[in-house]
């Protein structure tokens, strides 16, 4: 089983975010790995120990830094990792999704996984696109691959707690909203024996990558209102609850 | 006095009974060798010295259940006395002639020291007496009263010979034979007194009253005492009473190093074609002194008694990880079961949940009257199952995965790490960017927890009041790493160490000064190993500093408090800092009680060794709960119109016992307070919005 996992280096929201022009101020900001990428991670993992095969992760290269990342991602039992080295911490999902695919195009996937979404861009077109370029099937919300031969059987999340189960047949994309386990924890010193021993494939980003989108503008969110804390015995908070609400016409 | 039949019979008997010893110790002792080299100690004959000593007056007993220990005094002198009254009663049986009774009269040699006759049998008289009344008390407390502090948790990972009753069998063995060859040795003197009663053995005396003289008593009462000591030293080197044996040997072994300074995950002393993994899988993985501790444990359970998870019901005990050990090790040796070696300690000695349960405290190891720590034992598996990818508790990950990108485990960016310095009303020293005097190092909680930043600020404006040369790192101070190494994540814990060890070389200072007896600790007992040559202090060291010096002067006497203080465990027991905080509080003024578990005897509060970052909390009265319980006992109803106060000097503390008064339900009755909130009270500093701005 060949699995290609495309992650995505974004800025941390752990600081306060620096809005700088247009954009984020990128020199301001460490970067993380997307949250629901460790989840692809940990799903390709998963069916590599059930099944065997190969698990590869790819990212762009933003700033310099996603060496950090995927020696985190051979800890955590990737195979191979490969970075696209872009130096533009601007480039959205559609340009790195371009790029991504350019890349993943010759690993002869079974199977490629991708966050369902990322905190930055927000807008889950990563996988889509890299579906689309590569003229695979793409399944969103999943939450468990199982891998059957040449074919998955795949949960996929809706809305209000449904779900479905599908089975999908193999080479596809699939955007993963979370792995049936939590993703596992790589210990430092596994990671700094990674980061000692392993090579990192470095590709340049090739195809014609365009923004799809164009910033107007950035600010952080004004405060518009706050929460008022209501104190006093569990008695008085009632009467005052009431007393808001008929205020407010609801009751 | 034996006939040369008897004689004979006794030879062979001693002889396999040596044997026999020989074996059972030569097996502990190949079975302790396989353990790791561990860390180096030095002077080893005068450390066993003072081990010979501690154990010849009893002092380690001590540290708990007073009563009990005096009885195991009795026991000890008992036995001790008997090592000599086996030896003379041998000689009475291979010797023709040997008599001591009547100070010696009997004896066919020239001046005999009768005195020194007189003065033995009447000691082995007496202990005898002692013997059998301790014996008899400790067979009461296990059998008849059965006494709850020598049993263990329903929820606790027992060895299935444990649970089916190992350990009273071996303690009935004991028992029995004290019973058996102290009553037969009694006798088989009071038999000797054919000319009526010698005062110098009272007790054999009044036997010889009850039952009279015989030769045949003799031989009878002299077979059985010494049948049973053949019998019963090689039986010793079986069970759990190795006790006698291995604990002066455990205690003169034990470890060396500062207590808060944690053995390596792989041993420093490397030996050639072996690779070591770290931490502990099996039994064999520990250290060779910590694989001895198992035969020097009698399985007395002070250390439970004193086990923070313990009192949260949680399935941890520290004694039933020694005797698992113990008897993981018979079954592999004595019992032919080699391969039961390669079962995982998490298997076989320690639950996986009793081993997430230990917040690093050290009461365990502190409280052991033979040098045993099953601590570092825990400790060292924890290391290896995050190595072997053990799934670990989501929020101990979440820390880990925060420590390991952010440096701090509260998921905050580095740079909010400074954010309550650039809101003080004076500017805080960058001491990476300039020279300060004093470096002072934050900690987590302290510079990230909305509750502990009041507290924080207040340290930074007495620190300013005294005019004391101060700077932080700001951004670049990374956690300490003291919680990290104790939940095992050794790794993180050298990648944290560089960090602020790059940080401190970018900075220019003099000495160290934290707030967090956690990061404290570590900084002053195991930088050193990564380099660092400062001088580390607790502020209460510092603060206590300032006022004796004169920069900064008490100007109120806070005698409207009535206050107790919670000793730290990383602060008190760890690194002996019980003075400063009590010598502050008497200097405020403030009436000061003492609770009964303080200094070394301290109780956690169950926060320590990751325990703070466990997503799931576990149900029951947890520790900082009972410790505040303990407080408002200890304050009783006579406070009048005195505030009560639980003061603390760390961190943590601050948010546990604030929690823990709330859940209690005892908001109103007590407060939980930091020292230096009442330094601040007493020498007039106040916050800027209702005083005047402090001179920067």
Redesign the interface.
């Known amino acids: 089983m060949n699995i290609v996992v495309a992650i995505k280096h974004i800025p941390?929201i752990?600081?306060?975010l620096p809005v700088s022009g247009k954009n984020v101020d990128f020199d301001?900001v460490?970067f993380?790995l997307n949250e629901w990428d460790e989840h692809s991670i940990e799903q390709a993992v998963l069916i590599k120990e059930a099944v065997g095969g190969t698990v590869t992760v790819v990212g762009v290269d933003l700033i310099g830094e996603l060496d950090n990342v995927l020696h985190l991602a051979l800890a955590k039992g990737a195979d191979k990792v490969v970075k696209i080295t872009a130096d533009d911490p601007a480039a959205d999902s559609h340009m790195q999704a371009k790029w991504l695919a350019e890349a993943i195009k010759g690993m002869g996937a079974n199977m490629v996984f991708a966050g369902v979404q990322a905190s930055n861009d927000l807008d889950g077109q990563i996988g889509p696109m890299i579906a689309a370029y590569l003229d695979m099937p793409y399944i969103g919300g999943v939450s468990s691959v199982e891998a059957n031969g040449d074919s998955a059987t795949v949960n996929k999340e809706f809305a209000g707690g449904a779900g479905a189960k599908y089975s999908v047949s193999m080479p596809f994309v699939a955007g993963v909203q979370a792995a049936p386990?939590?993703p596992?924890?790589a210990?430092?010193?596994?990671?700094?024996q990674m980061a000692q021993t392993a090579t990192i494939e470095t590709v340049s980003p090739s195809g014609d990558a365009s923004a799809g989108l164009a910033f107007k503008n950035m600010a952080p969110p004004v405060a518009t209102g706050h929460a008022e804390m209501i104190e006093g015995s569990s008695k008085e908070v009632a009467a005052k609850i009431v007393e808001l609400l008929k205020s407010k016409g609801l009751a | 006095m034996l006939t040369p039949v008897e004689k004979i019979i006794f030879i062979l008997a001693a002889i396999a009974s040596v044997g026999f010893t020989f074996h059972g110790f030569k097996t502990i002792i190949d079975s302790i060798r396989k353990g790791r080299p561990a860390p180096e100690l030095k002077n080893i004959p005068g450390s066993l010295l003072k081990a010979g000593i501690a154990v010849l007056f009893q002092q380690t007993i001590f540290k708990a259940r007073k009563l009990l220990s005096a009885i195991h005094m009795g026991l000890f002198f008992g036995l001790i006395t008997y090592a000599f009254v086996n030896l003379t009663d041998a000689l009475e049986g291979l010797i023709p002639g040997f008599d001591l009774v009547y100070g010696g009269k009997h004896l066919p040699y020239e001046n005999v020291p009768t005195g020194l006759i007189n003065t033995f049998n009447l000691i082995a008289d007496v202990m005898s007496g002692f013997l059998l009344i301790a014996i008899t008390v400790f067979f009461v407390r296990r059998f008849i009263t059965k006494d709850k502090a020598l049993t263990f948790r329903d929820n606790v990972l027992l060895n299935p010979k444990v649970k089916a009753g190992g350990q009273n069998r071996d303690s009935l063995v004991v028992d029995v034979f004290v019973v058996m060859h102290v009553g037969a040795r009694l006798m088989s003197q009071a038999f000797r007194l054919t000319e009526g009663a010698d005062p110098f053995m009272p007790i054999a005396s009044f036997l010889n009253g009850i039952f009279g003289a015989s030769e045949v008593g003799v031989h009878v009462a002299w077979w059985i005492s010494l049948g049973w000591v053949m019998f019963i030293i090689p039986y010793l080197s079986r069970s759990k009473h190795t006790h006698f044996f291995m604990s002066p040997v455990n205690l003169g072994l034990a470890k060396q190093n500062p207590r808060g300074q944690l053995d390596p995950a792989v041993p420093l002393k490397m030996i050639e074609g072996t690779r070591f993994d770290?931490g502990a899988k099996h039994v064999h993985d520990l250290a060779w002194t910590r694989v001895l501790d198992a035969y020097a444990c009698v399985q007395c359970n002070r250390c439970q008694d004193v086990c923070p998870a313990n009192f949260y019901q949680r399935p941890l005990s520290p004694s039933a990880l020694e005797v698992n050990k113990r008897y993981l090790l018979k079954e592999a040796t004595f019992g032919g079961h080699p391969e039961k070696l390669e079962l995982p300690l998490t298997e076989t000695v320690i639950s996986p949940e009793a081993v997430w349960s230990c917040t690093t405290c050290y009461a365990c190891v502190r409280v052991c009257p033979v040098g045993n720590e099953p601590m570092a034992d825990i400790v060292d598996i924890r290391r290896r199952m995050?190595?072997d990818?053990y799934?670990?508790d989501?929020g101990v990950?979440n820390a880990?995965?925060?420590l390991?990108?952010?440096g701090n485990w509260m998921?905050?960016?580095?740079?909010?790490r400074g954010k309550w310095a650039k809101e003080m009303e004076f500017p805080v020293k960058d001491a990476t960017a300039e020279p300060v005097d004093h470096l002072w190092f934050v900690g987590d909680t302290a510079s990230f927890d909305e509750r502990v930043i009041p507290i924080t600020k207040m340290v930074a404006r007495i620190f300013n009041a005294a005019g004391l040369d101060f700077g932080i790192l700001y951004k670049e101070e990374s956690n300490a790493g003291n919680d990290v190494r104790r939940v095992g994540?050794?790794?993180?814990f050298?990648?944290l160490v560089e960090q602020n060890m790059a940080a401190f070389g970018k900075s220019q200072f003099q000495r160290i000064v934290t707030t967090d007896p956690h990061s404290f600790n570590t900084l002053k007992n195991e930088y050193p190993q990564f380099g660092s040559e400062w001088e580390v202090k607790h502020y209460t060291v510092t603060l206590l500093r300032l006022i004796e010096e004169g920069k900064l002067t008490i100007k109120n006497k806070l005698s409207n408090y009535k206050v107790t203080f919670h000793d730290p465990c990383y602060l008190g027991r760890y690194n002996g800092g019980f003075t400063a905080p009590r010598k502050l509080l008497e200097l405020c003024g403030v009436e000061f009680v003492e609770m009964p578990r303080n200094c070394e005897n301290s109780f956690c509060c169950g926060a320590g060794g990751g325990q703070i970052w466990m997503g799931k909390v576990a149900p029951g009265e947890r520790p900082a709960e009972n410790r505040i319980k303990e407080a408002l006992t200890t304050f009783g109803e006579g406070a009048g119109d005195k505030t009560q106060l639980f003061i603390v000097t760390c961190p943590k503390d601050m948010i546990m016992y604030s929690d823990a008064v709330k859940t209690t339900g005892n908001e109103g009755k007590i407060e939980v307070r930091d020292i230096v909130q009442l330094i601040a009270e007493a020498v007039g500093v106040e916050e800027p919005k209702v005083a005047e701005p402090v001179a920067a």
């Open positions: 941390s752990a600081d306060d301001s460490d993380v386990k939590p596992r924890y210990p430092v010193s596994k990671v700094r | 770290p995050l190595v990818g799934e670990i989501s990950q880990l995965q925060s390991a990108t952010n998921s905050k960016g580095k740079r909010l994540e050794e790794g993180l050298e990648q």
